[in-house]
């Protein structure tokens, strides 16, 4: 009897000791005796990536969360079961200080790049499990910004702790059936009770939300319009809500349904009635739009850490498979069509990577106190950039490495479609890609001009000797000054036409400022490491073109 042909699945080792990427930049930023402390912890949630939590993530992937609206007594319970993945990560995310790590501090302004890594090591193993998490961190951030001592002594210590039996998540309750980005429509009113004190004023929301995620959180913050305020955002303001009273049920809220998403299905996303649910004030009685801004700049970073982690997981699924699979006589890896295909998307990767833990420093140095005011511009412009470009280059990342299978990639019980369909949501949430090229217009402010992006950018070039990266270096410089010049000629010109422009200018602020970073990181390779991949992967991502403005 002869035995027919079995094809080795992809596989995949500790995903920390295997991420050339990850280990050379955190050799750069860190001084050796921090990175020789944080290093173990950090192996150790790369072997559970590659390990426990992917084998786990495998097995439960038929797996959703499931709503049961009614107990047999006709009761109304609203309850969702989490899938068993997303109850183990939980726990390990909670043990492993996946959210804690930033407020620890033990680093000063390194603790966010450490808590970046972890999640970056964490979030493709899990299914999408980063969404709670950077909510959680989010609402952490924006009590501790607000200065309402009451909620951050009520919610932060939970929000942050390592104990999973009290660790609460946070939800984001902000889309409404009339506005998804335009937030200022809201609809959900805000009725104060009578008899409060200025000290502790309740109020109570009337409402439907249409799109909320991780709705199974402990507490959520939320837009709404206290009555009598003016319309527009300016009339809204964050509430701070706990969704389940002392004996589990939920605080007049309603779960009407569970949301049939294309992707990130491990996520409960639910349409939610607020019928008069207690919630209090977190700061002043407007502009909750304004407010709630630390909370979604957080989120977009996770986004763009959720778009780097993915794009790394496909990668490294496709690069040992193309070892494995046979064709034509050889290995794939021995196709030079092949390689170069894989080794594009590897430098889109590493471009996007050094884009988004260049943010995570300029947040850590902010949450720090440690920026100078050109800085922290700096961070504003970067922040929506980062979503929209890191984004982007994960949907046609992700898009590619499903092709690289072949069949195979187009086949759920392998796994891989679950790539593309969740790295879908990435440009989508947080806001959309055009919406954050218009936030990108708005943090340039006033004066209209991107110089001190350029000056900046300038400044990290200077470190580039190697002739093969100079030329490239004075490209990104000749590509920021287009677009200044662009900025420059839209000048005062009819709100269409610059708006017109804002995706492309945007993109090509993005592109050009992950060039320049992914230079100046493969000179310091080169110097420190004499390793010429980063090299390889900034000249060819330079090729793929970084200037979208025309």
């Given at each position: 009897m002869t035995t027919s042909f079995q094809q080795a699945p992809p596989a995949l080792d500790n995903q920390y000791e295997d991420d050339r990427v990850l280990r050379s930049y955190l050799a750069r930023v860190f001084p050796a005796e921090i990175l020789s402390e944080i290093q173990p912890a950090l192996s150790e949630m790369g072997r559970l990536a590659g390990g426990e939590l992917?084998?786990?993530?495998?097995?439960?992937?038929?797996?959703?969360?499931?709503?049961?609206?009614?107990?047999?007594?006709?009761?109304?319970?609203?309850?969702?079961?989490?899938?068993?993945?997303?109850?183990?990560?939980?726990?390990?995310?909670?043990?492993?200080?996946?959210?804690?790590?930033?407020?620890?501090?033990?680093?000063?302004?390194?603790?966010?790049?450490h808590q970046c890594a972890l999640a970056y090591l964490f979030a493709p193993s899990t299914d999408i499990y980063s969404c709670p998490l950077a909510m959680t961190d989010g609402a952490a951030r924006t009590l501790l910004a607000s200065g309402n001592q009451k909620l951050i002594e009520r919610a932060v210590p939970h929000l942050i702790t390592r104990e999973p039996a009290e660790f609460w998540t946070a939800g984001q309750w902000m889309t409404e059936l009339i506005g998804g980005s335009d937030v200022g429509e809201t609809e959900t009113i805000a009725r104060e009770q009578p008899g409060n004190d200025s000290k502790a004023r309740e109020f109570r929301l009337y409402g439907r939300k249409w799109f909320t995620s991780a709705v199974t959180s402990q507490i959520a913050l939320t837009l709404a319009r206290p009555e009598g305020n003016p319309s527009g955002g300016r009339g809204l303001a964050l509430f701070y809500i706990e969704t389940r009273d002392e004996n589990g049920r939920l605080r007049n809220i309603e779960i009407n349904r569970l949301k049939d998403k294309l992707g990130t299905r491990k996520l409960p996303t639910a349409e939610l009635t607020l019928a008069g649910t207690p919630a209090q004030l977190v700061v002043g009685t407007t502009d909750g739009v304004r407010n709630i801004a630390p909370l979604l700049n957080i989120t977009r970073l996770w986004n763009a850490i959720s778009a780097v982690a993915l794009m790394r997981r496909g990668l490294a699924l496709a690069f040992d498979y193309a070892r494995k699979r046979v064709a034509f006589g050889s290995p794939l890896a021995e196709k030079a069509l092949h390689?170069?295909?894989?080794?594009?998307?590897?430098?889109?990767?590493?471009?996007?990577?050094?884009?988004?833990?260049?943010?995570?420093?300029?947040?850590?140095?902010?949450?720090?106190?440690?920026?100078?005011?050109?800085?922290?511009?700096?961070?504003?412009?970067?922040?929506?950039?980062?979503?929209?470009?890191?984004?982007?280059?994960?949907?046609?990342?992700?898009?590619?490495?499903?092709?690289?299978?072949?069949?195979?990639?187009?086949?759920?019980?392998?796994?891989?479609?679950?790539?593309?369909?969740?790295?879908?949501?990435?440009?989508?949430?947080?806001?959309?890609?055009?919406?954050?090229?218009?936030?990108?217009?708005?943090?340039?402010?006033?004066?209209?001009?991107?110089?001190?992006?350029?000056?900046?950018?300038?400044?990290?070039?200077?470190?580039?000797?190697?002739?093969?990266?100079?030329?490239?270096?004075?490209?990104?410089?000749?590509?920021?000054?287009?677009?200044?010049?662009?900025?420059?000629?839209?000048?005062?010109?009819?709100?269409?036409?610059?708006?017109?422009?804002?995706?492309?200018?945007?993109?090509?602020?993005?592109?050009?400022?992950?060039?320049?970073?992914?230079?100046?990181?493969?000179?310091?390779?080169?110097?420190?490491?004499?390793?010429?991949?980063?090299?390889?992967?900034?000249?060819?991502?330079?090729?793929?073109?970084?200037?979208?403005?025309?």
């Open positions: 992917y084998q786990l993530q495998l097995a439960d992937r038929l797996n959703e969360p499931k709503l049961t609206q009614w107990d047999a007594w006709g009761n109304r319970i609203d309850k969702i079961e989490l899938t068993p993945l997303w109850r183990v990560a939980e726990r390990i995310a909670v043990e492993h200080g996946v959210v804690a790590k930033a407020y620890e501090r033990k680093h000063g302004s390194l603790s966010r790049v390689m170069d295909t894989l080794m594009g998307l590897q430098a889109e990767a590493e471009a996007a990577f050094h884009l988004t833990f260049y943010v995570a420093e300029l947040t850590g140095r902010s949450e720090a106190d440690e920026l100078e005011e050109h800085d922290a511009w700096l961070l504003r412009l970067l922040t929506p950039i980062m979503k929209l470009t890191t984004a982007r280059q994960a949907v046609a990342v992700a898009s590619e490495v499903l092709e690289s299978f072949g069949g195979a990639g187009y086949v759920e019980d392998t796994g891989l479609p679950a790539l593309l369909r969740d790295s879908q949501v990435l440009p989508i949430w947080e806001g959309t890609t055009n919406v954050l090229a218009l936030d990108t217009l708005r943090a340039i402010g006033p004066n209209e001009s991107i110089a001190p992006l350029i000056s900046v950018t300038s400044r990290m070039l200077e470190s580039v000797q190697d002739p093969h990266l100079v030329d490239l270096a004075r490209s990104a410089l000749a590509s920021l000054n287009h677009a200044e010049g662009w900025l420059r000629d839209t000048e005062g010109s009819d709100r269409s036409t610059q708006e017109a422009g804002a995706r492309r200018f945007a993109l090509t602020l993005g592109r050009t400022v992950e060039l320049a970073l992914l230079l100046r990181h493969s000179q310091w390779s080169q110097d420190h490491e004499h390793d010429s991949r980063a090299t390889v992967s900034a000249r060819r991502f330079a090729q793929s073109g970084i200037d979208l403005i025309y």
